[in-house]
Structure formats: structure tokens, C-alpha cells
């Protein structure tokens, strides 16, 4: 009888489920349970496998013998980490080099297409309209990075590899870096003025939540184009759609969302100066692949009673509950 017990609650890869399988009872849920929707699943759990579905404190409370909640994905916004930590419970991510490059990928996507209207002139052929849109090349444009992590990092590579000039804002200047990439610091406002496009890679946080709002915007060039592939609180929605229905930017790029899924009546739907797409920056089969071997061996270390190779909490040491 295999001693341990498994919830997956996001779209692992097959290899994720055998490894675990080995010595758990793997429970997979398909529908994105959000909050109080896990705690019918979680009485008996030893791991919870985590998209970006809410795990409250309440979820924490339901769960005793749960030990390890790892994240599939680098972000754990939607993770009460407080609460775990308070629950001797690991929290645990995904730093994957597979997974930064998806997401810089993304991001030159979302450029590429706003820059050279891809995605209108595509819904144009579609109705049966030959409209050929007029775009722009990034050569010699100025891309500006909002966080020089790893995944900006990938960016501004990236970038430089299109020719545009590069700078960037980040809490730590990383003087390092800016010789290895060739990129410039710049204070946050004048990254907001300089910038042709603005491509948002910093983690959701307290300091960071409305980060870009009306100020921020207007002090954008109306040229500009505003990318998020972070996460969607990120920005100040309402005044995002009021800077792109207004004119105070040129347009956006957006992957990430206030809300997740984004609800059908929602304004930004109805603008011809948006691209969209549906959370997926980070969705890509090596990434996935090398994601879900990461999330296998983490909750095997913890069976194991060792530590997580990746964990958020460090201060949860000596508190967590092994054993069956």
C-alpha cells in the first residue's frame, strides 16, 4: 500500500505522475479549483501540485498532513505563504531555464505582433477584408525592461539580438549585467519616458501591485506599447483601458489579467489596439517537460524528510510534518 497521497491541480506532464506514482496515491483534478473548492480534496493529502488557482489559509487549515504545496511556475502570488509557513508546510517553485526562455519568447511575440499588427491584419484576411496594416520594425527602438530577473534577462538577449536599445529598471541595479548585456540602468521614470516598448517581468508583491497605473501611463509615449507577461495586478486595469481607449499609449500586450479567466463582458475585449492571450507566456512543451521532472523530485525530496531543493519558505525548517 503506497503510503503517501498526491493532488495534482495543473496540466503536469505524464513523467510528473509516474514518478510519483511510484510511492503515492496521485489524485489528479483537471478544473482549476480556486480557495475553498480544494478542501473537499485536501483531508488526507501529503503534496498539492499548484497552478494558479488561490490556496488560502482556510485550504492550510483543512489540510494536516500536508507538507509540501509545489508551485508549477516560478510566480506564488496565489499562494498564502504566511499561512503555510505557519502550517509547517513547504512552498516550493519551478526555476527553470526552459521556463524563462518560454516566457522571454512570449514576450517578443506579443512585441512582433503589436509592432507589425499581425493578429489585426489576421482577423482582416479572416473577414475578407486584403488590408495590409502599416507596422514597424524594433530595430533601434527602445526596449525597456521593468525587473532585470532571469526571465528579463532573457528579454533583454532578445532584444539586443533585434538591435533595439535596452534599458532597464530594477530594485538592485545589476552593474553586472549591464556589461555582459549591453543594456543601461534607468530610473523608473525614465524607463516609463524612454521606452518604445515596456515589457513588465517583475513578481507580484505588495511594493509591486498597481505598479503602472494613470501616472505611470501618462508619462509613457503615446508611440508606446505597455507588455505584461508578469502578472495582471500588476497594472491598474481600468486605467489601462482608459490610456489605450484614449490614446495615451499606442497599445498593449497582455498575457496576464487582473482576473483569471478574464470575464467575457470585460471592455479590453472590445479594443482593436490589444493583443491577448490566455496566461499561456509560460506554456511551452520543454517547458513543461522540464517543469513537471522539477515538481516530481521536490515532493519526493519531502517524502524522503529531506529539504526542497527550491522553496520560497526557508523559514519553515524544522517545522514541516514528515512521516506517513
Not at 29 to 38: D, F, K, W
Not at 75 to 103: C, K, M, Q
Not at 117 to 145: F, H, Q, Y
Not at 250 to 267: K, R, T
Amino acid at each position: 500500500m503506497k503510503g503517501f497521497k498526491v493532488l495534482i491541480n495543473s496540466k503536469v506532464r505524464e513523467v510528473c505522475i509516474k514518478m510519483l506514482s511510484k510511492v503515492a496515491e496521485v489524485v489528479v483534478v483537471e478544473r482549476r479549483l480556486n480557495g475553498s473548492e480544494y478542501i473537499p480534496y485536501v483531508g488526507d493529502v501529503d503534496a498539492i501540485v499548484a497552478g494558479t488557482g488561490l490556496i488560502t489559509r482556510e485550504v492550510f487549515e483543512h489540510a494536516p498532513k500536508l507538507k509540501i504545496v509545489a508551485r508549477d511556475g516560478v510566480g506564488y502570488d496565489n499562494v498564502d505563504v504566511s499561512a503555510a509557513s505557519d502550517h509547517g508546510v513547504w512552498v516550493t517553485i519551478t526555476p527553470v531555464d526552459e521556463l524563462f526562455s518560454t516566457v522571454a519568447d512570449h514576450a517578443m511575440a506579443l512585441m512582433l505582433c503589436v509592432a507589425r499588427n499581425v493578429c489585426r491584419a489576421d482577423r482582416s484576411l479572416r473577414s475578407g477584408v486584403w488590408g495590409r496594416p502599416i507596422g514597424a520594425v524594433l530595430e533601434g527602438k527602445t526596449l525597456g525592461i521593468l525587473g532585470l530577473g532571469k526571465i528579463g534577462y532573457k528579454i533583454a538577449k532578445r532584444g539586443r539580438g533585434f538591435d533595439m536599445k535596452v534599458v532597464y529598471y530594477d530594485v538592485i541595479r545589476k552593474e553586472g549585467l549591464e556589461d555582459e548585456l549591453g543594456v543601461e540602468f534607468r530610473s523608473f521614470d525614465e524607463l516609463l519616458k524612454e521606452s518604445d516598448y515596456l515589457v513588465i517581468s517583475v513578481p507580484l508583491t505588495p511594493q509591486t501591485k498597481g505598479m503602472i497605473g494613470e501616472r505611470e501611463l501618462k508619462k509613457m509615449k503615446k508611440t508606446a506599447y505597455l507588455i505584461n507577461i508578469a502578472r495582471g495586478p500588476i497594472v491598474d486595469h481600468q486605467a489601462l483601458v482608459k490610456a489605450l481607449k484614449e490614446g495615451w499609449i499606442a497599445g498593449a500586450g497582455l498575457d496576464v489579467f487582473y482576473e483569471e479567466p478574464l470575464p467575457s463582458d470585460d471592455p479590453i475585449l472590445t479594443l482593436d489596439n490589444v493583443v491577448l492571450t490566455p496566461h499561456i507566456a509560460g506554456q511551452s512543451e520543454e517547458a513543461l517537460e522540464a517543469k513537471s521532472k522539477i515538481i516530481a523530485e521536490e515532493i519526493l525530496r519531502v517524502f524522503r524528510g529531506e529539504e526542497p531543493k527550491y522553496p520560497v519558505n526557508p523559514e519553515v525548517r524544522g517545522r514541516v510534518r514528515y512521516g506517513k
